[in-house]
C-alpha cells in the first residue's frame, strides 16, 4: 500500500510466535509520515487477531477433548478461560443541579434520595379526587330504554 511518502525509518519489525505466546521485535526508527505509523499498526493488529484465532482454536479444541473424556469441570473451566471476567460498566447520573456523578457511592446516594422523594411525595387533594371520579366514571351510565 502506497502512501505517497517517503519512508526515513530503515528499521524492521518481525511479529512472530514463541514459546506459546506473540513475539513483536525489530527496530522501528522513526516514522516519516502517518502512512508509515498505519502500516505498522496494520501489521501488528492483523498478527493479534490471527493469534488470538489461534489461542482461541486451541481452547475450543481443547474443551472437545475434554468433553469427550466426560471431565465437564475441565470443559467449564476452560470456557471461563475463554470467555474470561467482565467487568461491569461504570454509569454516571446526575445530581439535582446537572453535576455528572461517576463515583459509585455518590450514585448511590444519588440513587436512594431520588427513590425516596418519588415515593414520600404528598399526594395533592385533586389528584385523589380525579382518580376516584375516574374509577366512578369507568361504569357506563344506564340508557333511558333500561330504565
Not at 514459546?19 to 513483536?24: D, F
Not at 478461560?81 to 446526575?94: H, L, S, V, W
Not at 445530581?95 to 431520588?114: A, I, M, P, Y
Amino acid at each position: 500500500m502506497s502512501t505517497g511518502c517517503k519512508s526515513s525509518h530503515s528499521g524492521f519489525l518481525d511479529v512472530s510466535r514463541s514459546n506459546g505466546g506473540l513475539r513483536i521485535s525489530g527496530w522501528i526508527g522513526q516514522l516519516s509520515c502517518r502512512g508509515d505509523y498505519n502500516d505498522l499498526k496494520r501489521k501488528i493488529q492483523n498478527a493479534l487477531r490471527k493469534e488470538k484465532q489461534q489461542w482461541l482454536e486451541e481452547k475450543c479444541k481443547e474443551a472437545e477433548e475434554m468433553n469427550r473424556r466426560h471431565n465437564i469441570s475441565a470443559v467449564y473451566k476452560t470456557i471461563k478461560e475463554m470467555t474470561g471476567k467482565r467487568a461491569m460498566r461504570q454509569m454516571g447520573i446526575k445530581d439535582k443541579d446537572g453535576k455528572l456523578l461517576t463515583d459509585s457511592e455518590q450514585v448511590l446516594n444519588r440513587w436512594k434520595t431520588h427513590t425516596a422523594n418519588m415515593y414520600n411525595k404528598p399526594e395533592d387533594q385533586s389528584d385523589r379526587r380525579r382518580l376516584l371520579h375516574r374509577r366512578t366514571e369507568d361504569k357506563p351510565t344506564p340508557l333511558v330504554k333500561e330504565v
